[in-house]
Nanobody, 117 residues
Framework: QVQLVESGGGLVQPGGSLRLSCAAS????????MGWYRQAPGNQRELVAI???????TYSDSVKGRFTISGDNAKKTVYLQMNSLKPEDTAVYFC???????????WGQGTQVTVSS
């Protein structure tokens, strides 16, 4: 089980930026894959971005070109740099870790991001 704690959420104006952090009990290298999901009220939880132990990244179409996921193995932390934020980015953002052997998903408690004028 990977313990995950998100931070960095808050209020921001449209067009602004935020950087989310996810402090993990294990490094990305040890876990294999980590990332970010988000969920707005009444909506399904959706993938935002993922990064694997080799640094390869994948983004949802809705955030591609605006968000950047990165990781620091030494600090055991995953980041999500969010630029050009839009009101539709408003959601609770959850850090995610996928362990492959044995298969297991871990989730953080979530951090609120609100984009509004």
């Amino acid at each position: 089980q990977v313990q995950l704690v998100e931070s960095g959420g808050g209020l921001v104006q449209p067009g602004g930026s935020l950087r989310l952090s996810c402090a993990a009990s294990e490094s990305i290298f040890r876990v294999g894959l980590m990332g970010w999901y988000r969920q707005a009220p009444g909506n399904q939880r959706e993938l935002v971005a993922i990064i694997n132990r080799f640094g390869s990244t994948t983004y949802s179409d809705s955030v591609k070109g605006r968000f950047t996921i990165s990781g620091d193995n030494a600090k055991k932390t995953v980041y999500l740099q969010m630029n050009s934020l839009k009101p539709e980015d408003t959601a609770v953002y959850f850090c995610y870790a996928r362990q492959e052997r044995p298969p297991r998903d871990s989730w953080g408690q979530g951090t609120q991001v609100t984009v509004s004028s």
